[in-house]
């Protein structure tokens, strides 16, 4: 079974540009969340995305949007960056059954650096 | 609005000493709680969670956590701390759902040999 991937692994950006994320969920999972965390701090919920749908979003402004793929493959995308954008990005992927809890696993995070 | 305080955010122990990582949680509604892990250039691993079920929790690695409702708490402890249990810690709360989970700004464990 293969586990979430991230890519890139690592990014350079510089401020005003704009940039793609991209993760592949866990085999069998139809739900994607996106976190940033910046450094030093813990994780901060972006969004989640359902079967296609935006399901949930964290205080963020709508220069970060998203989309979610039929085989639940997923982007992030930043528009405009700014210095504070740079951070760890974390997507977690779960297959929501509905009702009760479903674990989310984690990718390795792709590390945004804007210059 | 739900949150979470951990308490320290370095903590140092002896090889083999008691590991205890704090977490208070505020939430409105009856909470999912979970502790997360994360070494160095990697994402985040769970340690445990408690939705509900027993309020003694335990979880990987033989750590666990109890929730205590009338102190808003889920502490993390180990009995005997191990080289490779340093890294960073995470506790998080979640309102029943999973479209928001809110971390806590973690904590650095250091295990001294």
């Known amino acids: 079974e293969t586990g979430v991937t991230q890519s890139p692994t690592h990014l350079i950006k510089t401020r005003g540009q704009q940039v793609t994320l991209r993760c592949s969920s866990q085999s069998g999972h139809n739900t994607v969340s996106w976190y940033q965390q910046a450094l030093g701090q813990g994780p901060q919920f972006i969004f989640q995305?359902?079967?296609?749908?935006?399901?949930g979003r964290g205080n963020f402004p709508p220069r970060f949007s998203g989309l979610q793929f039929p085989n639940y493959s997923s982007e992030l995308n930043v528009n405009a960056l700014e210095l504070d954008d740079s951070a760890l990005y974390l997507c977690?992927?779960?297959?929501?059954?509905?009702?009760?809890?479903?674990?989310?696993?984690f990718g390795p995070g792709t590390r945004l650096t804007v210059l | 609005a739900q949150s979470v305080t951990q308490l320290g955010s370095h903590v140092s122990v002896s090889e083999g000493a008691l590991v205890l990582l704090r977490c208070n949680y505020s939430s409105s509604v009856p909470p999912y709680l979970f502790w997360y892990v994360q070494y160095p250039n990697q994402g985040l691993q769970l340690l445990l969670k408690y939705t509900s079920a027993a309020t003694l929790v335990k979880g990987i690695n033989g750590f666990e956590a109890e929730f205590k409702k009338s102190e808003t708490s889920f502490h993390l402890t180990k009995p005997s701390a191990h080289m490779s249990d340093a890294a960073e810690y995470f506790c998080a709360v979640s309102d029943r759902g999973y479209q928001k989970v809110t971390f806590g700004i973690g904590t650095k464990l250091q295990v001294i040999p």
């Open positions: 977690a992927s779960s297959k929501e059954t509905g009702g009760t809890y479903n674990e989310q696993f």
């Open positions: 995305y359902y079967r296609e749908e935006e399901n």
